[in-house]
């Protein structure tokens, strides 16, 4: 799982060498889970939708950082890094996947400053699959 976090150079070159591994392996495909601009964007979509263009800001304030600001109008107490929240949001992972389903059918072209992305959604249907 990666947090983009505005290096798009980074994530590029990590998505080129994860397309050369699965071009010579001939069985289950490597996927990298990403969001953009960070990992509590997924935590956002439990109970909102957000289209908003998460960017940094004068002062020093992160893209993510911004995104926290708006997460925690829902869990107040949340910290990056910290444990124990995913059993805050289990009950609302339906609504993530609506969210965060509708989030990615925005143009990508929009992206990298534009929408917003996740595909922790991916990764968690498929768990849910397996379960």
Known sequence: ???????????????????AINRKRASTQVEMTLSDPCFELWLLLHFEFSDR?????????????????QLQRHIPEYRKNTTGYLKLVKDRVEKALANAEQLNRLPKETRPR???????SRLVARLLELA
């Open 114 to 120: 534009g929408p917003p992305y996740t595909n922790v």
């Open 1 to 19: 799982m990666l947090d983009h976090d505005g290096r798009d150079s980074a994530v590029g070159k990590l998505e080129a060498g994860l397309a």
């Open 53 to 69: 263009p998460y960017t940094s800001l004068r002062g020093g304030r992160s893209a993510c950082q911004n995104v926290i600001e």
